[in-house]
């Protein structure tokens, strides 16, 4: 059952926001996701970091994207190419009801 899940990503649109360290986005790219990440300005560099440094050329099926993206302000075109996507996720990620 969760092999026929794995392979529902394979080809599929995925963005994660606030991607943090980037783990989640990384495992659904080597499973052949197409993979926009998004965090704030000042945590990209880590998150480049991270994505290189774990996904080599050679294990990866899919892709990886990074994108800037501060809640509330207009995301990038090439983001909003990719909607829309087969699945959208986010870890500890908070709104308030006034700002929806």
């Known amino acids: 059952m ?3 899940r794995i392979l529902l990503l394979q080809g599929k649109k995925v963005v994660e926001l606030g991607s943090g360290c980037g783990l989640v986005s990384c495992i659904a790219a080597l499973l052949g ?3 926009f ?3 704030l300005l000042n945590r990209l560099r880590l998150l480049k970091k991270n994505v290189e440094a774990n996904l080599k050329q050679g ?5 990886v994207t990074i994108h800037e993206l501060t809640w509330g302000d207009d995301p ?9 996507a ?5 870890t500890n990620t908070i709104a308030l009801a006034g700002e929806l």
Do not use: F, H
């Open 37 to 39: 990440l998004t965090n």
């Open 59 to 63: 294990d990866l099926r899919g892709s």
């Open 86 to 90: 087969y699945a959208m996720w986010g």
């Open 76 to 84: 990038e075109p090439e983001l909003i190419k990719s909607l829309p």
């Open 2 to 4: 969760l092999w026929t």
């Open 33 to 35: 996701a197409q993979v």
